[in-house]
Every structure is written in C-alpha cells, then in structure tokens.
C-alpha cells in the first residue's frame, strides 16, 4: 500500500490554488443570499478544501428567471451561429489553458487520479466542447416534396431555458456533456453541480463570460438536489432538463416534469454492465487487464462500469487467477494528486460506507470473496476501499443486480451462448456491455441481442464524439455526445406557407 507523502509536484501545485466559490448568476459570482456555505472536502485526507456557496430555492429562481429573460431578449439564441461558434471556441480554449487547474480542482473534491483527469476528463470535455461547437452552423432544417402554391419548410429551433443537473463522479466532463450541447443550440443555461463536487463547474461558468458568453445566458447554482435540484426540475420556466445521475433520481426527475409542464427529460441513469468473456477469446491477457481497468478505473464510480464479468466455465478459474495477479499489481491504493497511482479514494464517507455494505452483503449471500474487500491499510484517514472482487456469484445476488458504484466487481460463471446473453439481460439495466470473442457469429449475435446502449466487441468503453452515449431500459432515455445530443436541444417547427 503507498502511504499519503503531499509531496509531489501536483500536491504542491494544490497548496497554490486559488477557488472561485460563489454562485454565477446574470453574469456575476455572487454570494448565497442565505448566507450558507457548502463544505467541499477533499475525500483522500477528509480535510476541508473550501467551502462553497450555498444557493436556496430564491437563488435557483433569480437564476431560472434570468435566463428565461436573456433567452426572450435573444442575446445569445438568436445571436448569429459564427459569432455562438467564436465564443464557445474561446470558451474551450480558455479551459484548456486551465487544464491543469481544472485536473486539480475534480481530483482534490472526489478523489479521482490526476492522471485519470489529464488523460481522460480534461481532453475529454475539450473534445465535446470543440465537437458541439462545430455542430452549431450544421444543424440544418428541410422542406418537403408537397402540394404546389406551398412551400413546407421544418425548422428546428431552441428550447428555452435547459436544466442540467450533473453527478460527481466526473464533474467536468459531465457538466460539458451536459451544458455545451444547450448551449450550442442556443438555450439559456442553468446548471446545479453535485454538491460533493461544485468547484469546477464554477470556474466554467466563470471562462464562459470571460470567453464574451452574454451574463445570464449560463448560470451555475450549486447547493442541494433534493432542494435546488427539485426547484429546476418544477419549474414551468424550464423546457428541459438534461439529467446525469442515479436511476432513483432520475425517476423523480420525470414525475417533477410530468407534475409541471411536461417539460422534455434527457437522463443518464445507473448501470451494471456485463462484461463478457468467451472461451474463444482470442488473447485472454487482454481481456483479463481491460476488464480490471473498466471495473476499477475512477474507483468503479463510472455509469457504464463492467461490473459483473461472465465468464465461460472453460476459462472461469484461470480468468480470475490472472484477473486478480494483475489488478492486484496495477490498482494498489494511493494518493490521487501523484501522477502514478491508479485508484485513489471514493468520493466521501457515505459512498464508503455504501460500499462497504455491499462487500457485507455479497459474503452473507454467499459469494467468495477472491480479493479485497478491506480498507486499505495505512490509508484510514480517507475513504478508500481495496479493490475488490467476488467470484462464484449467482445473478440473482444483491451484488450481481444492484449498482453497487465502487471498485467490486462480481464474476459469474456462463456454458452456452444463449447463458451469457440471458445472465447479461437479466438486469434493470441497460447502458453499456462488452464481450470478448474471435468468433464473428458470437460477436455479431450476442451484440444484437444484448439489451443496451452501447454494445464493445474485443474492447470496452472505446469511441469518439460521433458515438452516442446513453441506456436502455432503467439505464434512461436521450443521448449525450454526438451531434443527436445537439439535436435534442432542439425542437421543430412545421412552417406550411400557401402562396399563389
Ligand atoms: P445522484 O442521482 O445522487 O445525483 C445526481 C444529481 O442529482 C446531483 O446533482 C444531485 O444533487 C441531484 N439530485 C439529488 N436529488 C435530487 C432531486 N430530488 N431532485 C433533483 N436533483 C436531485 O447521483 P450521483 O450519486 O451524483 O452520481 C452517481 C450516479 O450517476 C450513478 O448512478 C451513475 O451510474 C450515474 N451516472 C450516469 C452516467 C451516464 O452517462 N449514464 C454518467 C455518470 C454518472
């Protein structure tokens, strides 16, 4: 186990940083007008970093307002789309001149390796940024083959004022995937960050006006879901809301949009992958290490983690000797701001403690617990929890069919091919599964059977921009990325014009 040494070039840079903490509303960070402060808490050391302000329901609505009134005023949704393009490039181009501040700010609040942020995360949001923003003078209307004395033209045009509501478990990223895409069609913006993890999406908000982004066009309250966040999602002033988070929230979303003005909901919900090995596979070594890097990458805090690995029976045992052999030598517990360490702490307490609970749970079931399981020793002062790993796990286990969202992973063993996909489908779920063949049938079958958004074949979690991501099933509705995430901040209208 590494022990905590503050002593690397990015703990140092840490100690330097400066926070913007306030609440971005009509172009200015003011203060909460309650006066409340959120404590922000760096979950490898559970010091306080920050404290951030705090907004309540009368800032949510200041916010809400604002952005209705600049959206009817026209200062950026009719703006023409070049001059849209030139500011979300600057915008882009400002954020990558802070990537480094920006890698720091995510890896001090949730706990995230700064090499994870700088490879990942960072470019990552500069790519969707960048990729959005090309979109903007593409998006195109048509006119129809109809009657003669008529031209029919659909046009499609913007929302209005989008809510986004983003996770901690990527908190740049997911406010980029979330926000960019509105705001290229040209909604105004309000964004509520997860409370654990607010510091980088104030920043955003900040390089957004410094990038010439018109005030109150994108505003950042950040404060608590069950309040700010409910607030967004019940206003009749919101025409959508673009959602990332937990499939129980997610549903609360919907009732919130069905008991207002039926306001349109994109949610990217939970998940609980299966990852699929077949004895065919053509090199099992590495399968073996990217199986281990899409379980405990980001500490197994990601939607589309390959949480429950099938494996065939031929294979079973030798997958998890290997398995174990090399997430044991890669994934081992450290400081995230060292540049070397793979997996650093879970985002807070609560999160460890959930964890913890489920490794409980999956013994009392009777899973094997192969590896793990602990708190890493000589790494108490944090949240952290080894990589863990469950073997001889039967589907129908708590463990197997809940989204557990640590490092533990479950391995269960499948014979035939109709076994794997069954295994694989019999979950709430939907978002994302891989497998792992050298046979075309298998790929091409088991890939048209699985029940999910997004299906990898001899790789996992791979793609660019033009991918659409997002679930089926209880995994949620709507895609991010893309230029259908574009489109979904959109709206058409038929013009039917008679002449004569
Ligand atoms: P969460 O559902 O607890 O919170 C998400 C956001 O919703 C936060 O900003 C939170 O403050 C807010 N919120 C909480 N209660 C609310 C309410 N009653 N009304 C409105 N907003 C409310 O999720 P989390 O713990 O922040 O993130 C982890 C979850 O996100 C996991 O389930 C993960 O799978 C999911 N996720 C999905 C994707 C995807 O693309 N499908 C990506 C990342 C994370």
């Known amino acids: 186990m590494k022990s905590i040494e503050k002593t690397n070039y990015y703990d140092n840079k840490a100690r330097e940083l400066s926070f913007e903490t306030g609440l971005v509303i009509d172009g200015k960070i003011i203060k909460s007008s309650t006066g409340e402060m959120i404590e922000s808490v760096n979950p490898s050391t559970n010091d306080v970093i920050t404290s951030v302000q705090k907004g309540c329901v009368a800032d949510m609505q200041q916010a809400i307002d604002i952005a209705k009134k600049r959206f009817q005023q026209g200062v950026w949704s009719r703006l023409e789309p070049r001059k849209r393009m030139n500011i979300m490039y600057k915008w882009a181009d400002l954020i990558e001149q802070k990537k480094e501040t920006f890698a720091l700010l995510d890896t001090l609040e949730m706990g995230k390796p700064i090499d994870e942020m700088l490879t990942i995360d960072v470019p990552g949001t500069l ?31 913007p929302l209005g004022v989008v809510g986004c509501i983003t ?132 500490q197994g805090e990601v939607c589309s983690a390959g949480s429950r690995i099938l494996v065939h029976e031929k294979i079973y045992d030798e997958f998890n000797e290997k398995f174990k052999k090399y997430t044991e030598e890669t994934f081992i517990p450290g400081n995230p701001l060292d540049p070397s360490t793979k997996i650093g702490p879970l985002v807070a307490k609560e999160q460890q403690q959930s964890v913890l609970g489920y490794i409980e749970a999956g013994k009392e079931e009777g899973g094997r617990l ?100 997002g679930g089926w099933k209880e995994s949620g509705q709507g895609r991010d990325k893309s230029f259908e995430a574009v489109v979904s901040n959109t709206q058409t209208k038929s013009v039917w014009i008679n002449y004569k």
């Open 370 to 469: 192969y590896f793990g399981g602990n708190i890493p020793k000589g790494l108490e002062q944090g949240c952290y929890v080894e990589p863990t790993l469950f073997t001889d796990v039967d589907n129908s286990m708590k463990i197997a069919q809940e989204e557990i969202f640590g490092p533990v992973a479950v391995s269960v063993k499948f014979n035939t091919r109709d076994d794997a996909i069954n295994i694989a489908n019999d979950t709430p779920f939907g978002l994302a599964a891989g497998l792992w063949t050298s046979n075309l049938n298998t790929a091409h079958k088991v890939a048209k059977e699985l029940e999910s958004g997004m299906v990898w074949v001899n790789g996992y979690m791979n793609g660019d921009m033009t991918m659409p991501w």
């Open 127 to 157: 790519i969707n940024l960048r990729y959005v923003t090309e979109c903007i003078d593409k998006l195109e209307g048509k006119t129809t083959n109809t009657r003669d004395n008529t031209l029919h033209c659909i046009i499609s045009q």
């Open 167 to 298: 996770p901690w478990n990527y908190p740049l990223m997911m406010a980029s995937w979330k926000v960019a895409p509105a705001l290229a069609a040209g909604n105004s913006v309000v964004l509520k960050p997860a409370a654990y993890t607010s510091l980088s999406s104030i920043l955003m908000g900040k390089l957004f006006l410094e990038a010439g982004g018109p005030g109150g066009v994108f505003n950042v309250v950040p404060g608590s879901g069950s309040v700010l966040g409910k607030e967004l999602a019940s206003s009749s002033d919101v025409a959508k809301i673009a959602f990332t988070g937990s499939t129980e929230v997610g549903k609360l979303i919907f009732r919130y949009a069905g008991e207002s003005n039926l306001k349109k909901v994109n949610a990217e919900l939970g998940g609980k992958s299966p990852h699929i090995v077949f004895d065919d596979v053509e090199d099992l070594e590495k399968a073996v290490k990217i199986c281990s890097h899409m379980i405990y990458e980001n």
